[in-house]
């Protein structure tokens, strides 16, 4: 078997004004969805960051996937998994997800892997999970992934989407958000986006959650950095109580060492809630750092940018042999990706905490799927005997967000520049705000 064509697709999707400490959401969040086409007939399919840098540079390495075979290519290709540099300058604490130039190489590895696994899949009538070491559960837990927001569902002009969750820029609101997610996808545990708000109102915020839910709804929250560590000691002391029994603080401030002072003033004070990253550590580069400083406790993996699913296998095995724990990061994504996410989760048995998606924010009318959005049930994506992936493409939705992504000006992620447009015309993005 041999690749023959390779399609990438450039689309955009609607996203509603969601806040974090990056600044706004822009009407659309873009995607990138790519087919590898094999000489037998058969299509393997993937979804990554959207915009002209990750679509250019996986139209870069073409010649290198075209006529290759698919259970090889990613070995010829292996080089491009460790990406440059490590540390602050590697990590996504100061630039969005998928706009780091430093790990643009483990994305597009990313892309490919899934898109060849997908494609051998289909060839042998095997789902992913299976094919990379044997689903170890049927059912993937994911979380609630509130955030503060303000009016409207997102897209722009006649296309402008329904408000589904409305305003929400008060604790009360994010309880009501909450409540309405928990309703409609089951979901069993809640990860809050804070980083946005005073904290005295983030934690007032997570304390109304813990009353409305219980302890038996584990809840996290995750600033992006956005305060100092005399802040960060002070939410963890405050929130000591809801934060415990499966909950986390995740990246409370920016940098390993910041993190490691935040953990040892909490320990000193007998709380051991454990702190979690997904911008501090992003690479197997920064492992060492992050053990010998007792900066991490959990780990927030996610396929892209560590470099595709069996590269998230393998960090599961050294979180497992240091007694890290471990879930998987997400951003503004559709059906491929999340079914990737499921799957690869659905495979490593080190995944000890419920994993993050933004998929209630997206809607029925951009996914590119065939039959429609991935039902998450209970709060789990259910993983079948489906080969691949299990999903296929919807050609003439693919269209519709081709044709969405030419009309739209967006050509990269920039929530700094949104703030500006749309709240305040002089805001930038501080380190630490609070």
Not at 50 to 78: C, F, K
Not at 183 to 198: A, H, I, P, Q, W
Request: proline share 5%.
């Amino acid at each position: 078997m041999k690749i023959v064509d390779m399609r990438v697709h450039s689309i955009a999707i609607a996203d509603p004004p969601l806040r974090s400490s990056y600044g706004l959401h822009a009407p659309y969040a873009l995607r990138t969805i790519l087919e590898l086409e094999s000489d037998d007939g058969i299509t393997g399919i993937s979804e990554t960051y959207g915009g002209q840098a990750p679509a250019g540079a996986l139209e870069a390495i073409r010649p290198d996937v075209i006529g290759q075979n698919p259970y090889r290519l990613t070995g010829l290709l292996s080089s491009m998994t460790e990406g440059q540099g490590s540390g602050i300058e590697r990590s996504q604490t100061y630039l969005v997800p998928g706009e780091n130039p430093l790990d643009q190489t483990t994305r597009t590895y990313a892309a490919i892997e899934t898109g060849c696994l997908d494609l051998i899949g289909k060839s042998v009538g095997q789902g992913v999970c299976d094919l990379i070491g044997g689903r170890v559960r049927d059912k993937v837990a994911f979380s609630a992934y509130p955030f503060f927001k303000h009016g409207g569902g997102g897209g722009a002009g006649d296309d402008l989407r329904e408000d589904e969750y409305g305003e929400v820029m008060t604790p009360e609101a994010l309880v009501r958000e909450v409540k309405q997610m928990i309703t409609k996808y089951g979901f069993g545990s809640v990860k809050f986006k804070g980083g946005v708000l005073e904290p005295d109102l983030e934690i007032e915020a997570v304390k109304l959650l813990y009353q409305e839910f219980g302890a038996d709804v584990p809840l996290r929250i995750d600033p992006n950095s956005a305060w100092t560590v005399d802040t960060s000691v002070r939410v963890g002391r405050e929130l000591a109580k809801e934060l415990s029994g499966g909950g986390y603080l995740e990246d409370p401030t920016a940098g390993l060492e910041n993190m490691s002072q935040v953990r040892k003033r909490l320990m000193a004070k007998g709380i051991e809630t454990p702190l979690a990253t997904n911008v501090a550590v992003t690479s197997f580069a920064d492992i060492p750092q992050a053990l010998e400083l007792d900066a991490v406790q959990i780990i927030l993996c996610d396929h892209h940018y560590w470099g595709g699913m069996r590269r998230v296998q393998r960090l599961a095995g050294l979180c497992k042999v240091f007694g890290t724990g471990l879930s998987m990061h997400s951003n503004s994504h559709l059906g491929i990706s999340l079914m990737a996410m499921a799957h690869v989760a659905a495979a490593t048995p080190h995944l000890t905490y419920a994993c993050d998606t933004h998929y209630p924010w997206q809607s029925q009318r951009d996914e590119v799927v065939t039959g429609g959005r991935v039902p998450i049930v209970d709060g789990c994506v259910t993983i079948g005997d489906e080969p691949g992936l299990g999903v296929e493409l919807d050609y003439d939705q693919l269209a519709r967000g081709r044709e969405r992504f030419e009309k739209c000006p967006y050509r990269k992620r920039d929530d700094e520049a949104e703030m500006r447009k749309h709240v305040d015309p002089n805001w930038k993005r501080k380190l630490p705000r609070w």
